[in-house]
């Protein structure tokens, strides 16, 4: 199966619901006020959100005025037009300046963020880059183990102290040995759990101010992984998490395990955090650098 059709597939279930309900409101009918508020409620149950949602109509209520909208072939081709234009341009995650180039990955526990850490190093090795992981969640065992077993699987080297130990150090040592040693890329992994959301972030800051140390300017990229299937909740993380840290793109995992794939819309316009990378499968391939008109072209194929 070909890279956009795997696309077409993870995205089956958001197309189900959303873009089968606007055929069947269009079909065989006028274009008038309610069928477009009826296209605005599917937007917005669709996790596209408040902001989102109200441009795409503004832009598709003035065309039904000057009757450009007469159909459902217009209105799909207009509303294509139009979600793509929310999304802008691709902003993929892209290795630049002094090396290492450091990654602080952060999210909430279950979203797939060591998956998406162990996918990004495989990534990362095929284009010939050398890559190290650190192993910032120490507050679970479990979590440092499951990142040796991607580093081995990417063919990445790891840093790791014992569970427990602070995660600033671990940070900083790996920062510190990635220079030593050559190191193009460094993944950090941190808890998305502790006892208060206060705690959590604290520490998160801690390991920020940590990596600036080792190596002033980094980290070059705070990644927040979230998972779609969370729809708002997903918004909602992004905000905490970026008001704490500051999120410079966005991983957004599970795309293929839910029917409100328009969470996409939502981050970029609510928030203006670029989504960097998106998961469409459990494949080592499946994460892949988001392409707005790709993505769109996706949902309506």
């Known amino acids: 199966m070909g890279v956009f059709d795997r696309l077409k597939e993870g995205l089956s279930k958001t197309r189900k619901s959303f873009i089968e309900k606007v055929e069947t409101i269009f079909t065989g009918r006028k274009i008038d006020e309610e069928a477009l508020e009826q296209l605005e409620e599917i937007l917005i149950m ?93 507050f679970r065992a479990a979590g440092i183990e499951q990142l040796e077993i991607w580093a081995d699987r990417a063919d990445a080297q790891v840093v790791k102290h014992q569970k427990g130990s602070d995660p600033a150090a671990v940070a900083y040592d790996a920062v510190v040995a990635a220079r030593n040693r050559g190191i193009d890329v460094v993944i950090v992994d941190t808890a998305g759990r502790l006892h208060t959301k206060s705690n959590l972030m ?72 670029p989504v960097r990378l998106i998961g469409v499968g459990e494949g080592i391939d499946d994460l892949r650098d988001f392409d707005p008109k790709e993505f769109v072209e996706a949902l309506f194929s």
Do not use: C
């Open 46 to 138: 669709s996790d596209v959100g408040t902001k989102a949602s109200s441009e795409i109509m503004s832009f598709i209520r003035e065309k039904a005025k000057r009757g450009e909208a007469k159909d459902v072939d217009t209105v799909r081709e207009l509303l294509k037009h139009e979600m793509a234009l929310v999304l802008g341009e691709p902003q993929p995650l892209v290795v630049f300046g002094a090396r290492p180039f450091v990654i602080l990955a952060v999210g909430v526990n279950g979203v797939g963020k060591t998956t998406t850490i162990g996918k990004l190093a495989s990534r990362f090795r095929s284009q010939g880059l050398s890559v190290l992981l650190a192993a910032g969640d120490t």
């Open 202 to 273: 604290e520490e998160l800051k801690k390991v920020k101010r940590t990596i600036d140390k080792a190596m002033p300017g980094a980290p070059q990229e705070i990644l927040l992984v979230v998972d779609a299937t969370t729809g708002q909740n997903a918004l909602r993380q992004a905000e905490f998490f970026n008001d704490s840290v500051g999120i410079t793109g966005i991983a957004l995992t599970k795309l293929d395990g839910t029917a409100k794939g328009g969470i996409v819309f939502a981050v970029k316009k609510e928030l203006g955090i």
